[in-house]
């Protein structure tokens, strides 16, 4: 966007003289820096300046361009905090409810506090409320790579601030000639609603600037206790969860955590979070709730790590002793699930209680003889576990629990925010709710009962959390375009979908669509023939292949795609490894780690060889994989490619 010098010292000249006529009341940095930002409105920035200086809080002037939206404040030194503070709620009371394209508003937290000060402020500590700046440094400031908002957003922006910024001169420098590479400005005629969404075109950062007027209420609404966002895939819960921890994050002085079950998530919301709010990315912790247990009891002096081969082993000995009776039922991994998942996952102390307790999520029907063997399993398995000093997940869990019981965190977090919290288990929930502790907005927990991806259930109230009057249910999705949603729509859970507490929620055929559009292509096939097949359609994708994964269902198949792609040349990125980082890569994984993400393309491979023979606990098995599939199908954007392997028939 550069202008000539000639033209830059021509802008800069007229700059300098409609400032001076603007306003007399201003003192000599006000008038040289506001001269600099006006000679950026050649530059596609839009520049409102105070007609009169009396109330020290207000903004000097509102600047809007590529990188934002900011109020001013020029001063000889950085301001103190509450002046900051004062400053920043004026300017965000400012931009309340204004509407963005698609019916979208724009979040309080949007507006940027931008401090110019004299002199060079590079080592300065940075500030958590304001972005500060030398004078000097204005020209590195315009030069950010950073581009938040497109043209017609600014635009949109800058004619909803001449309405709103009353005592405010909305300046701007004509261009002294006409030159190809500056930015042209919009009237406010010329966005008509085709435009808009035109230029909306699925800018996938929009979301950064714009949220549905439901996700902004979430965002700043006042919750006097724990509170709860739920909704099908898509519809912005995740995003909500980020914005609120901004703006939770302005408004308070402690440490936010951020926190979910599944391993490599929060890496990939960390980096979302870093675009959105850099100011506050060392007050958020954004760690899996594992991770968050080890660290915490090893601060505590607990030695304690889970051996994953040792563990299978105390398992499997347990188990040659009760196989047996329990083996013509179900299979091993089912009564392994059922210990892992609900003795051990809600925390049943004794026989007795497991001999009442409501098994939600799991539809084999035990009886109490059942039980009972399923208990002494559970006995020899935690009799291993101790002869050899091993300790399992929920061990740690439930180790944790015990300790911040006894003795909370020095210095407690602000507000928890859980995603993803369908697979967390009771005991964990129960550990979140004790870390979160008990007043206003501090635990919020994020999910959708329809993509429970692991086995077993829970309601809130099990774990004594009650979110009457303070759950949220999102219904706009955002993320599929309407092919992929039907595709991914044939997976929906046949029964009512539970809103996590028992309450009736929304499932996936009930969203409102955002996005237009989208391509599926279905393939079935042999083992033989699924090798050209993948290998075509990763060579055909009509997205770019960093922008795609590929997703199976079980380790098994991730190991024979991966050899398939390698086989044909074609590099890969698992999961495990993913940081939201932009390569050109493709992404492959299992469901399991793909939950929560997004792509523009995906690849689905689903292998029938897994459907076993009918078992009692058959049904729970097809519930399971049926939101398995629709978690992956809503995985992508744009384009979904889902390639069925059944066995060869020949
Ligand atoms: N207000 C918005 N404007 C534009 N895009 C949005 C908005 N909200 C969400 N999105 C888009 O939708 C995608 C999905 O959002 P998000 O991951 O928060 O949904 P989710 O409900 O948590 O999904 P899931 O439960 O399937 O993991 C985001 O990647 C983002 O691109």
Avoid at 511 to 529: C, H, I, M, Q
Avoid at 590 to 602: M, N, P
Avoid at 605 to 615: K, R, W
Avoid at 635 to 650: E, I, K, N, T, Y
Wanted: hydrophobic content about 40%; proline content about 4%.
């Amino acid at each position: 966007m550069g202008l000539s010098n000639h033209s830059r010292r021509q802008v800069e000249k007229r700059a300098g003289e409609m400032i001076a006529r603007s306003t007399s009341e201003l003192r000599p940095l006000e008038r040289r820096v506001l001269t600099a930002l006006l000679a950026r409105t050649a530059e596609g920035w839009h520049l409102f300046v105070r007609q009169r200086m009396g109330d020290p809080n207000a903004a000097v002037a509102f600047l809007i361009g590529p990188g934002g939206m900011f109020a001013v404040l020029i001063k000889d030194e950085p301001p103190d905090t509450p002046t900051a503070r004062a400053t920043l709620w004026q300017a965000e009371q400012r931009y309340s409810g204004v509407r963005g394209p698609g019916g979208r508003v724009l979040p309080e937290s949007a507006v940027n506090l931008l401090v110019i000060c004299a002199g060079d402020h590079r080592g300065a500590q940075p500030s958590e409320l304001y972005l500060l700046l030398g004078e000097s440094e204005l020209p590195s400031f315009f030069g950010r790579r950073d581009q938040r908002l497109d043209r017609r957003a600014t635009t949109l922006f800058a004619n909803e601030a001449a309405k709103r910024l009353v005592e405010y001169e909305r300046l701007q420098v004509p261009l002294p000639e006409r030159t190809t590479d500056a930015v042209g400005l919009l009237a406010e005629g010329d966005l008509t609603a085709d435009q808009v969404d035109a230029a909306q075109q699925r800018s996938f950062e929009s979301w950064l600037t714009f949220l549905h007027p439901h996700q902004r209420a979430v965002v700043t609404r006042d919750y006097s206790g724990p509170a709860r966002i739920s909704g099908p895939a898509g519809t912005g819960k995740t995003v909500v969860a980020l914005h609120r921890l901004r703006y939770l994050a302005r408004r308070t002085t402690g440490p936010l955590l951020f926190t979910t079950f599944v391993r490599t998530l929060p890496t990939v919301h960390e980096s979302s979070f870093h675009r959105l709010a850099p100011e506050f990315i060392d007050r958020v912790e954004f760690v899996n709730l594992h991770a968050w247990v080890r660290s915490f009891l090893g601060n505590r002096g607990h030695d304690v790590h889970v051996q994953q081969g040792k563990v299978d082993n105390a398992f499997s000995r347990a188990w040659l002793a009760h196989r047996d009776r329990l083996e013509p039922l179900e299979q091993h991994s089912y009564w392994r699930t059922e210990i892992d998942r609900v003795i051990k996952g809600r925390g049943i102390p004794s026989l007795d209680s497991y001999l009442r307790t409501l098994r939600r999520g799991r539809t084999l029907r035990l009886d109490g003889g059942v039980r009972t063997v399923v208990w002494q399993l559970y006995e020899s398995y935690q009799r291993n576990l101790s002869e050899k000093n091993l300790c399992d997940f929920n061990d740690l869990i439930s180790l944790a629990l015990a300790e911040l019981t006894e003795q909370p965190l020095d210095k407690p977090y602000e507000a928890v925010v859980v995603d993803e919290v369908q697979d967390i288990t009771l005991v964990g929930l129960r550990l979140l709710k004790t870390l979160a502790g008990v007043g206003r907005n501090r635990l919020l927990l994020v999910g959708d009962g329809q993509q429970q991806v692991y086995p077993g259930g829970w309601r809130l109230s099990d774990a004594d959390i009650p979110v009457q009057g303070r759950g949220e249910v999102l219904r706009v999705n955002y993320r599929n375009r309407a092919e992929v949603l039907r595709f991914a729509q044939r997976f929906d859970a046949k029964n009512q979908v539970d809103d996590l507490d028992g309450g009736s929620g929304v499932a996936l055929r009930d969203v409102e669509l955002a996005n237009s559009g989208g391509k599926t292509l279905y393939w079935k096939g042999s083992p033989r023939d699924l090798s050209t097949a993948l290998v075509t359609a990763v060579h055909n994708l009509p997205v770019p292949r960093g922008q795609s994964a590929l997703i199976v269902f079980h380790h098994r198949d991730l190991a024979m795609c991966a050899k398939i792609l390698n086989n044909a040349g074609i590099g890969t990125l698992h999961l495990d490894n993913y940081r939201g980082d932009t390569d050109d890569v493709l992404k492959i994984g299992t469901v399991h780690r793909a939950k929560g993400l997004d792509f523009q393309g995906v690849l689905v491979v689903q292998s029938d060889s897994d459907v076993t023979e009918e078992t009692a606990g058959d049904q729970e098995n097809r519930d399971l994989r049926g939101r398995q599939h629709l978690v992956a199908a809503t995985r992508a954007r744009d384009f979904l490619w889902w390639g069925r392997v059944v066995p060869d028939q020949s």
